[in-house]
Each structure stands twice: as C-alpha cells, then as structure tokens.
C-alpha cells in the first residue's frame, strides 16, 4: 500500500519481505529477502535506504536504537514503537495521558491474577504484553480458569477489565517529523476469535 502512493510521491521504495513471493515482494520491485528480526538485513537495508520505517511491530527495537544512534533516519522511533510492542508500556503511557483506559494491573503470578479479577470482577482479560497480534496472547479468563492456568511466570501479564463494549472502531494517524499530522477515516472493525475478519469503511453511523 504504501508503494502504491510512493509512485506519485516519485519516492522509491525498497522492502525486507519474508519470501519472494510475498504480497510486497509482488509490488516491490527490488524488495530484498530477509527476516525483520536479524539485526544484519536490517542493517543492510539501512544502508541503502535514506529513511527507515517498518509495517509491523515485531521489529526487535534494540536495533533501531542502534541503527538510529548510528546516523540512520528511522520513522517513527524506536520510542514510539515501543507503545505497539509492549502492552504493560502503552497501557502506562495512556494513563499518563489521562485518556480513559479499562481498569488493568501487571501481574506476576496467579495470586495477582486473582486479587485482581476479585476486585474488577470476572471474567478478566489477560495478555502477553509482548510478540502476540491478532488475539493470540489474550485470553478472556473466568475465575476457575485462571486459578487453574498453566503459565510459565517468567515474565508478567497485563490484566485488564472486560470492557462491554457495542463495537470497535480504528483509527490510521501519521505526524511528520516536524509535526504535520493527518487522519484516515475512522473504520469499524469486527474481530472474530481475536482476528480482524472485517472492516467497515467508512464505519457505519
Ligand atoms: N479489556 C478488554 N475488554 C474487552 N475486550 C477486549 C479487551 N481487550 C481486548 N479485547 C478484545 O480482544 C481483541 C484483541 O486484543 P488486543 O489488545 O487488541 O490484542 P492484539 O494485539 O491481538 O490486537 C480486541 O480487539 C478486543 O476485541
Ligand atoms: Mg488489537
């Protein structure tokens, strides 16, 4: 998508694409072969390229810290990303912003999973604060459930209320470096089993 606006912009557009028979790689000419977590293809690209960005959050933000300290433009930054890795980081983040968020805690172990749905009530939300996307790594818990869970504990989870909520909408916005920022229309999204099956656009009113 994003090349399909670069022509008119006459901006190029080099990728690092799983396969060369991906969906980018087919609108990509020159699109190069390589994981988004190796530190080296990324590098590579850097190199060739005059600005950085990626389509996904699972790129390992140490090196775009690195690749950013070593003189690469890299947009957005590292620290804005890592709002989009780290669930426990935007949640904070979010709350210092004072925008309304449902109640939530980091737990570190079951205990702190019940203390919270005893509070909050249950069922509660559950989610790996990081590397999980369309659903996978949350769980919608009830009381019996999350005493009963399974979990290695090694790192915490981020507990949530369950919102009763009617629908969810999403919103695209950018911001250039020096500030200019632009919207996309609001679009309704319908999830199934945690994976976005459909989207309404313009969401319906
Ligand atoms: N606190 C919550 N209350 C109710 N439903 C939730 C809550 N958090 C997440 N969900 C549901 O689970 C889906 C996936 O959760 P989300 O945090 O967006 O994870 P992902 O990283 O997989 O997109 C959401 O789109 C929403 O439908
Ligand atoms: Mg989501």
Redesign the pocket.
């Known amino acids: 998508m994003m090349a399909q606006a670069a022509v008119g912009l006459q901006v190029h557009v080099t990728a690092l694409v799983e396969s060369a028979t991906s969906s980018t790689a087919q609108v990509v000419p020159d699109a190069v072969v390589g994981r988004a977590d190796d530190p080296q293809a990324l590098r590579a690209l850097a190199e060739s390229a005059d600005v950085l960005t990626f389509e996904h959050e699972h790129v390992p933000n140490a090196v775009l810290t690195d690749l950013r300290a070593a003189g690469h433009a890299v947009e957005p930054g590292p620290d804005a990303l890592v709002h989009a890795q780290d ?1 426990v980081v935007m949640r904070r983040r979010l709350e210092d912003l004072g925008v309304p968020c ?1 109640r ?1 805690r980091e737990a570190a172990g079951v205990e702190d999973v019940l203390a919270f749905g005893d509070d909050v009530g249950w069922p509660v ?1 559950v ?1 790996t604060p990081r590397g ?7 769980r ?1 818990l009830e009381r019996a459930e999350a005493q009963a869970w399974d979990l290695d504990w090694s790192w915490p989870v981020l507990c ?6 009617t629908r ?1 909408l999403a919103v695209l916005v950018s911001r250039t470096p020096s500030g200019e920022v632009r919207t996309w229309p609001v679009l309704q ?1 319908i ?1 199934r089993g ?3 099956a459909e989207v309404l656009s313009p969401h319906p009113t």
Request: aromatic fraction near 12%; glycine fraction near 16%.
């Open positions: 669930k449902p939530w939300v989610k999980g996307y369309d659903g996978k790594g949350v919608v949530e209320e369950k919102v009763p909520f969810e999204t999830q945690g994976v976005c």
